[in-house]
């Protein structure tokens, strides 16, 4: 588990980082203990990354965490902002090129909200041109039904999904508004770059495609994995506030 927990943020930061290529403005929610905020914070390219952790106390932890986070709360480049996504997204016109929400676990009250076919709508629209939005989600505690419209739902917004897998039943969609394509040399390329490198020698991911083992689906194919017919989670209709509370924790054999 001590292994899992540490492999996990550079998974999170290193595949949207490669697919990325040049990420500059860096959006996170939801900042747990700030190992993915500090990892991507610590890269050459980014020059500025919003944390967004309405939990203020939480505050006090990432500060505890310095040590594996890399002084998140003292970089020049970080800026920590103590209200929801929600309400970042409204009060906020910044453009990004990489928007991480790692709220996880839709059958918590706190989480559900970012669920939502409207946030994921606010998210695309804070987008670069070759923005990559990526959603954690703890699929561990999830029955099908409820796995079907989380990704209904966020496919609905970026039709090119592909799902990932960061270890210890978490997971990741990473989704783009508009048709991208990633030739394997380019890959590899990025890849192979000192700062990329560096990171991934920790967990023992360096060599080449270590880390593009870890995809489940491609991005033509993960969103077309639902049924048509799977219901989505709006605002209006808040499904996800039934059906995922219902799902935790998941039966032992998949319905």
Known sequence: RGYVHQIKPVLNTMIPYVLHGYPQQVAIFGLR?????????????VQQLDGIEPRTSLREVIASFSA????????????YHPVTPVNFLRANSASYDVIINQYARPWRSMDVSTFTLEFYEQCRDHLGEDGLMIQNLQLSHLDDP????????????????????????????????????????????RIQQPGVQSVLQTQGLEIWPMLLTTQITSFENGFHLVPDESIMHSIEFPSLRVTATRAHPAPDKPL
Not at 153 to 169: E, K, L, M
Request: aromatic share 8%.
């Open 33 to 45: 203990a700030g190992m993915t905020a500090g990892i991507f914070a610590s890269m050459p390219t």
């Open 68 to 79: 594996s986070n890399g002084k998140l709360l003292e970089r020049t480049n970080f800026r």
């Open 146 to 189: 409820t796995i079907e419209t989380v990704v209904a739902t966020f496919g609905s917004v970026f039709p090119q999904t592909s799902i990932w897998n960061i270890g210890h039943g978490e997971h990741i969609l990473i989704g783009t508004a508009t048709p991208r394509s990633w030739p394997m040399e380019t890959l590899q390329q």
